[in-house]
């Protein structure tokens, strides 16, 4: 399998480390106006570099809330130091997927121990008191951006007026475990508090960080946090026309490690016709479910039992932006 490029700069960002919070690498700044409280968060996992350099750069901006309170956090930080050039996929975590951790189960049970559950165990008093998250990602595979909105129809509609990226993935996450984005208020429908994640592109592509930025700063302005004057200008780019909503219908996970696909997929294809073959797991053929059919996020860079290898997906809406 290769190995893509790595086209960025890894921060320093140990500079960061002592935080504000009395939680290290985790940084608050109350406005002392109300508002709501916005957080972007970045290294959910530790190869996943665009959200650390937009958060290193806004930290480093001294960038302050004119209304509410704003949260810049760097999650897997321990998984972040081991980043080795030469094996890039192996820092996603530690122990285990940080991002399949969020459920109050998990983090209340003290008897299970892992690097990454103890730092959610610290992250998870001030991310209790979010009101709105951005959590910012990149993918495996060169694919284009998406916006994971969760299952829900006010996370969906965050992610419509945010306008970008072009892609809106509603889903219910994955079996392996609950994701930051789903934890708690994020996931109820009964909760105001709401939770978007982004996939900005290849974990090491230039153009990752440039969704990101892009994103960060929308998302600041729409939870009116700031103004617009406030952020770089350069940061801000064009809207997509299109933004289109897909529904995640079913995950495919492997039961071992004898699956390959039929070709090098890397996202958001389309296959016309219900049946398609696109994969092998165990010597018998995966098919698309129905008629175009989506593929969602598809990599085996992470192959292992119990992981979810790609998505089907189903096309629910397509909006022209106004603007665009």
Not at 27 to 32: C, K, Q, V, W, Y
Not at 171 to 185: L, W
Not at 202 to 216: F, G, L, M, Y
Not at 218 to 245: H, I, N, Q, S, T
């Amino acid at each position: 399998m290769d190995t893509y490029p790595i086209e960025v700069h890894f921060p320093d960002i140990a500079v960061h480390a002592p935080g504000n919070t009395g939680i290290p690498f985790v940084h608050t700044f109350d406005s002392g106006v109300a508002g709501p409280h916005v957080m972007i968060n970045a290294l959910t996992h530790g190869n996943e570099v665009c959200g650390a350099i937009v958060v290193d750069e806004l930290l480093r901006a001294r960038l302050q809330p004119r209304r509410g309170k704003l949260t810049l956090s760097f999650a897997n930080v321990a998984a972040y130091g081991r980043f080795n050039p030469s094996i890039p996929d192996k820092a996603r975590f530690v122990d285990q997927d940080f991002n399949r951790v969020w459920t109050a189960a998990k983090l209340d049970d003290i008897a299970i121990q892992s690097s990454e559950l103890d730092r959610a165990r610290a992250m998870r008093p001030v991310v209790d008191s979010v009101d709105l998250l951005l959590d910012l990602h990149s993918m495996h595979e060169k694919s284009e951006p998406l916006v994971v909105a969760g299952p829900l129809k006010k996370g969906i509609e965050l992610a419509i007026r945010l306008g970008a990226p072009g892609t809106v993935i509603c889903d219910e996450g994955h079996p392996e475990g609950k994701r930051m984005r789903d934890y708690a208020g994020f996931g109820d429908d009964a909760s105001s508090k709401t939770a978007l994640l982004i996939e900005c592109g290849q974990h090491w592509e230039k153009s990752a960080v440039t969704v990101a930025r892009d994103c960060t700063a929308r998302f600041l302005l729409l939870a009116c946090v700031v103004d617009k004057g406030d952020l770089p200008a350069g940061w801000f780019k064009e809207l997509p026309e299109e933004m289109r909503v897909v529904r995640v219908t079913e995950p495919v996970v492997a039961d071992s490690m004898d699956f390959h696909f039929a070709a090098p997929y890397t996202g958001l294809e389309v296959f016309e016709s219900a049946g398609t073959v696109i994969g092998w797991s165990n010597g018998k053929a995966v098919t698309t479910p129905y008629d175009d059919c989506v593929l969602v996020m598809p990599s085996l860079r992470q192959l292992r039992p119990g992981v979810t290898v790609v998505r089907f997906g189903r096309i629910e809406q397509r909006l022209r932006q106004q603007g665009a």
